[in-house]
């Protein structure tokens, strides 16, 4: 905004209100709105030029060029009559524009752009635009926007032309230029029911965006009895996420199924993947009934280039994590080797491993898509990636990692408007907070969390709410609350039941069946899924099986069997409970001196990871043994969740303004926050930060 200002305070005042109005898509197009006021400000700088040099003007302020050659082939085929470079320089003599040695045509205040434009008759612009249509005829993208804005009708040919512009734009990552073909594309629809696609496709191109204000106002234009069954399926939950008219969990899959068979058969390729990618968490957070599972993997594997494609690879791996988890792992690590997903398809990337339970994977690419996604201000996206990556540390049991994403997540949930992704942000924090110990908070989390989703119908999510409040009794010390809560998700017949969620708790279930002797229960749970962990490879599901044999074992022999397991590389917190398991066991066995390297290791790690509840069982246990051990400094009971997130990424080298740029900030709020970190950290300088952060527990 202040760079389209140009230092104009009127121009600060005006573009302020109108993105105050109309959210950021306001700075999107090359013009901007102005007021009367502002505009008759800069067209009066205009109307004292030559009439060929006003035109000239106009023709470079729609002009998504610079070249003044171009401007001027333009120009002479609106204007009868020869016209050349002489007539720009009145306007540079005035100084309202530029022209440098390249002949390149720049103005000197932006928002003269916009006054031209707006002082402009419809009837001049779309003359204008036809004629730079004309003039830009070799380049294909360039002229296809020329010919929408001189079109004065609809124009079904025209709009499919945008369709596909806005497609490209959306592959390349262009979610700005695909919102504003998709919603070109719409107005210029003689089809009724591609008009209403096109605007759907429009309002999932401002949510990748973060910009709600946008995405309702398109919904608001779509009218449903124009839509496609399958569309007529997205259309209903677009207005669940926007406009909270209940969830219907698994009602519309069959329709979504069928419409993506209609779209494989007619050779729509890319329509038919975005469907299959729209679909897939659905499907996997409904408990989908088998055949329609069955029918939307079956249409996702027909498609062409279903191997290679990252966004298919991500849906199948929802749609069918059993049946087909280790095929996807492959192609997945396959995939991260070569390096070549772009941001959007390494958060469907994470989604994907997420749902398989590979969630160092999950992280590598959640990682990635959040770089990339804060350069293009996709804050749709990024919050949730942010929300996402902080549930996989929770599940790797890094607290301090989980609560320092989860901040910034919750905060954009707030800011874009992301409201179904609000609970998931507050399970999130509390299950950080339960592994830190703070119990109470814990509690409250997971109570708000069922108060908006037991009254949605969103039983399966309550699976989540399930997880929480049984790793919080388990950080209190409860084993038999723990059992009863995270032994729901398992049990078909509960409506927390969920089939995936339990690939990530087998081990905590196993802590709260050995704690309160539910020993029977946990042996038929074991039973059940060592097929399943055989077939899919989830390594969460692999340690967590491996773990409950060696707990129901009892020997050390299961113990060290266990700690051999090669997926134990990428898992700390699971090899420290492993760790502290083993030696809890040697020091019940009278092997005190054998039990303390492992408790030691055990209480270091979980430390590290800021899983205090579990730390300071490690340390009792370690007690125990005759040995003690004290707490390190705990960061978290210093800084807040930001002044952690500061204070690791200045740690890292990262300098104020870059830190203010990754999480959208002001150098001064930056500076601001690390005057008050060190104060707190007992240092004085900036280097002593990566000491200090790599000591504290």
Known sequence: MLEHAAGNPLGVVELGEAVA???????????????????????????????QTQELLLVAALDDGDDLDEMLDACRRVLPGEVGPDQIEPAVTSRLVQVDDRFRVRFRHPLLRSALYQAATAAQRRRVHAALAETVAADPERRVWHRAAAASGPDEALARELTETARRAGRRQAASIALAAFE????????????????LAAVEAASEQGDAVTALRLLGEVEERDL???DRAWYGMMREVYLATGWTGGDRLSAFAEGVETMCRDGDTEMAVESVLAICLRVYWSNADPETAARLLAAAESLDGAADDPRLVAAVAQLAPVTRGAWCLERMLAIRAEDAANPREQYELGMGASALGACSLAASFYTAAAVGLRAQGRLGLLCKVLVSHAMNAAYLGDARTALTL????????????ESNWAPTAWMVTGFARALRGDVDA?????????????????????????????VAALAAGRPEEAFRELYRVFDPADNSYHPYTQFMLVGHLADAAVGCGALAELRE??????????????????????????????????????????????????RARLQHAYG??????????????????????????????????????????????????????????????????????????????????????????????????????????????????
Request: aromatic residues 4%; contains cysteine; charged residues 25%.
């Open 21 to 51: 109005r109309a959210g950021g898509a306001a700075l999107l197009p090359t013009w901007l709105p102005l007021s009367t006021r502002l505009e008759r400000t800069f067209s009066g700088l205009v109307a004292e030029l030559p009439a």
């Open 442 to 470: 814990a509690r409250e989390r997971a109570d708000a969390a069922e108060a908006v989703l037991l009254p949605a119908g969103k039983h399966p999510l309550l699976a989540l709410v399930r997880q929480l409040r049984g």
């Open 228 to 230: 496609t069954q399958t």
């Open 406 to 417: 989860v901040v910034e997540g919750e905060q954009l949930t707030r800011e874009t408007r």
């Open 525 to 574: 749970v074991v039973a059940a899924l060592t097929p399943v962990a055989r077939e899919c490879r989830s390594p969460a599901l692999l340690l967590g099986v491996g773990y409950a044999r060696a707990m129901l074992a009892d020997e050390a022999a299961a113990f060290e069997t266990a700690l051999a397991a090669d997926e134990l590389v990428e898992w700390s917190f699971e």
């Open 184 to 199: 070109r594309a719409a107005r210029l629809s003689e089809d009724r029911a591609a008009r209403g696609r096109r605007l």
């Open 584 to 697: 809890a066991w040697l020091r019940r066995q009278r092997r005190a001196a054998d039990s303390r390297p492992l408790l030691r290791a055990a209480a270091a790690t979980f430390d590290a990871l800021g899983a205090t509840a579990w730390a300071d069982r490690s340390r009792a246990e370690l007690r125990a043994s005759g040995e003690t051990l004290r707490r390190p400094v705990d960061l978290a009971q210093s800084l807040t969740p930001q002044e952690i997130q500061i204070s690791r990424l200045a740690a890292e080298g990262l300098s104020n303004k870059e830190i203010a740029e990754r999480l959208f900030l002001s150098p001064r709020t930056i500076s601001t926050h690390l005057y008050r970190i060190y104060p707190k950290l007992g240092i004085k300088s900036r280097g002593e930060l990566a000491r200090v952060l790599a000591g504290a527990g």
